[in-house]
């Protein structure tokens, strides 16, 4: 049972340079998320998905954009890496209760960037 | 913007006693409350999840919920050096698509 799975697991890119992160569930859930975690800080959220094609932003997208083709990936994409997005990155899943409340999200192990 | 406090860090406890941990949050339509535990260079996993008021025991973990007082908080009993983590309380906000994470509590036990 694989749960959220990212790769890769670290990077290291140049200034200036783009990549993707990318991120896949199998437990079948509508809603993903991408967060970032600085150093001893809490998660903020950079994006998030309430379904295939369906993509809303969080509290700091800057620099950031994503794609809902299926329900299964959320990649992520930096176009023009900057040292302020050195960070570790965590996608999650989550299926909302019909009541309205969330159950748990799941998170996948994270990818831990840097920008060198 | 909504917002999600824990009590300041880090808290260092003896191996046995109590671990208290307490969050406020300001959306008071929230519906969801979520306890997770982060250890160092790890992702964050569920502890424990509450939606109505009062207290829901699993093991050594007690959530307690109080919505009037917007407040929710974590006990540990029996504090092991194992449960030295950081502890993420999530509140969704009331839309009910997002959650908003508190900066984390760093538990220390020491043996």
């Known amino acids: 049972n694989a749960g959220v799975t990212q790769t890769p697991k670290f990077r290291i890119l140049k200034i200036g340079q783009s990549m993707t992160l990318q991120c896949a569930q199998d437990?079948?859930?509508?809603?993903m998320y991408w967060y970032r975690q600085d150093p001893g800080m809490g998660l903020k959220l950079i994006y998030y998905s309430v379904g295939a094609g369906i993509t809303d932003k969080g509290e700091v997208p800057n620099g950031y954009n994503v794609s809902r083709s299926t329900t299964e990936d959320f990649p992520l994409r930096l176009e023009l890496a900057a040292p302020s997005q050195t960070s570790v990155y965590f996608c999650?899943?989550?299926?909302?209760?019909?009541?309205?409340?969330?159950?748990?999200?799941?998170f996948g192990d994270g990818t831990r960037l840097s920008i060198l | 913007q909504k917002e999600v406090e824990q009590n300041s860090g880090p808290l260092s406890v003896p191996e046995g006693a109590i671990a208290s941990l307490n969050c406020t949050y300001s959306d008071r339509g929230s519906q969801s409350f979520f306890w997770y535990r982060q250890y160092s260079g790890k992702s964050p996993e569920l502890i424990m999840s509450?939606?109505?008021?009062g207290d829901k025991e699993d093991g050594r973990f007690t959530a307690q919920l109080n919505k009037a007082s917007q407040y929710v908080s974590l006990l540990i009993r029996d504090s092991q050096p194992s449960d030295s983590a950081t502890y993420l309380c999530a509140v969704n906000e009331t839309s009910g698509s997002r959650l908003t994470f508190g900066e984390g509590t760093q538990l220390t036990v020491n043996p």
């Open positions: 437990m079948n859930h509508n809603y």
């Open positions: 509450i939606y109505s008021n």
């Open positions: 999650a899943s989550s299926y909302l209760l019909d009541r309205g409340g969330n159950q748990p999200q799941h």
